[in-house]
């Protein structure tokens, strides 16, 4: 008997195996590919590669293309991007220029780097990446100190850099004609900074956020989309996030001052005016920490 159920016991782990099988197989042929390109309303070739939570800008001339960040980590989106690129020109890919050092956003350059295009980053993204070495990222051909500008087949980019803020290496890529802007991490579109920010200076942040505002432009494309998968902010984007670091800067002073500890700021400071943004639950505390060893510590 007992051999008997532990064959029909087989049997049926079989039949539900084959069942998972065949449905895993339906909806991968069925479901969308984790990537989408979109047209910035309103420009004539400025478009943005989503591929799952990550965002890049890129623009088509007819002397060749300008891309951002290869957001390839791990998986295979620098394919997909090339192929979309392909769709709407056969132009070459001049350059890919990096918006930041960290790899979640730059890795996997090569496809990009065997069609001939020219890598530029802040020269502290490439002095980082020198140092560390990670895996299949390409260190930049050319860096930039305070500004550089790219011009290409009628197109303008600058690209600045204001400070430290998200890391030393964020450079903020602006379009002038069409007033656009794509800079990645530091200015999320309706939520509050990802986990403990690391890698973040402050009070720095907030000087750059002032410069970002005292810029001409009225779109900005971040890096990651924002709740509903909104996949561009404006200006109000960062005056509410100024305002945000603010306030939560002036709770965790005050908590400090009255002598609470991690623990109790962690639990206590609540800032219900951004509760309805992205990774408030998850990260505000976090966030506190952050500020908390700020003023507390210096660092
Ligand atoms: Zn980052």
């Given at each position: 008997m007992r051999r008997t159920n532990f064959a029909g016991l087989l049997a049926g782990l079989a039949f539900a195996l084959t069942v998972a099988a065949f449905v895993t197989t339906a909806q991968a042929q069925t479901a969308a590919p984790p990537y989408v390109t979109t047209k910035v309303e309103g420009t004539d070739n400025v478009y943005i590669f989503r591929y799952a939570g990550h965002q890049s800008m890129f623009i088509v001339t007819k002397a060749g293309v300008i891309v951002t960040d290869p957001i390839s980590l791990r998986r295979p989106a620098a394919k997909a991007y090339i192929e979309e690129i392909q769709k709407i020109t056969k132009a070459p890919i001049k350059y890919v220029i990096y918006?930041?050092?960290?790899?979640?956003?730059?890795?996997?350059g090569k496809p990009f780097k065997d069609l001939g295009a020219t890598f530029i980053a802040h020269k502290n993204a490439k002095a980082r990446i020198a140092e560390l070495k990670p895996a299949d990222v390409v260190l930049p051909d050319q860096t930039v100190g305070d500004k550089k500008v790219i011009t290409l087949g009628g197109t303008t980019l600058e690209l600045h850099y204001v400070g430290k803020n998200h890391s030393d290496s964020t450079l903020v890529m602006r379009l002038p004609k069409e007033k656009i802007i794509f800079t990645v991490d530091w200015i999320p579109l309706g939520a509050i900074q990802f986990r403990d920010m690391a890698d973040t200076h402050l009070p720095e942040l907030e000087d750059g956020l002032k410069k970002v505002i005292a810029m001409d432009w009225d779109r900005l494309i971040a890096g990651h989309p924002g709740p509903g998968g909104r996949q561009t902010g404006n200006k109000d984007d960062v005056r509410n996030q100024l305002a945000y670091l603010q306030d939560l800067s002036a709770a965790v002073k005050k908590a400090l001052s009255a002598n609470k500890s991690y623990a109790d700021a962690q639990k206590e400071i609540k800032l219900p005016k951004y509760e309805?943004?992205?990774?408030?639950?998850?990260?505000l505390q976090m966030n506190i920490e952050r500020y908390y060893d700020f003023h507390n510590r210096g660092i």
């Amino acid at each position: 008997m007992r051999r008997t159920n532990f064959a029909g016991l087989l049997a049926g782990l079989a039949f539900a195996l084959t069942v998972a099988a065949f449905v895993t197989t339906a909806q991968a042929q069925t479901a969308a590919p984790p990537y989408v390109t979109t047209k910035v309303e309103g420009t004539d070739n400025v478009y943005i590669f989503r591929y799952a939570g990550h965002q890049s800008m890129f623009i088509v001339t007819k002397a060749g293309v300008i891309v951002t960040d290869p957001i390839s980590l791990r998986r295979p989106a620098a394919k997909a991007y090339i192929e979309e690129i392909q769709k709407i020109t056969k132009a070459p890919i001049k350059y890919v220029i990096y918006s930041h050092s960290h790899y979640d956003h730059i890795a996997g350059g090569k496809p990009f780097k065997d069609l001939g295009a020219t890598f530029i980053a802040h020269k502290n993204a490439k002095a980082r990446i020198a140092e560390l070495k990670p895996a299949d990222v390409v260190l930049p051909d050319q860096t930039v100190g305070d500004k550089k500008v790219i011009t290409l087949g009628g197109t303008t980019l600058e690209l600045h850099y204001v400070g430290k803020n998200h890391s030393d290496s964020t450079l903020v890529m602006r379009l002038p004609k069409e007033k656009i802007i794509f800079t990645v991490d530091w200015i999320p579109l309706g939520a509050i900074q990802f986990r403990d920010m690391a890698d973040t200076h402050l009070p720095e942040l907030e000087d750059g956020l002032k410069k970002v505002i005292a810029m001409d432009w009225d779109r900005l494309i971040a890096g990651h989309p924002g709740p509903g998968g909104r996949q561009t902010g404006n200006k109000d984007d960062v005056r509410n996030q100024l305002a945000y670091l603010q306030d939560l800067s002036a709770a965790v002073k005050k908590a400090l001052s009255a002598n609470k500890s991690y623990a109790d700021a962690q639990k206590e400071i609540k800032l219900p005016k951004y509760e309805k943004w992205g990774g408030y639950e998850a990260y505000l505390q976090m966030n506190i920490e952050r500020y908390y060893d700020f003023h507390n510590r210096g660092i």
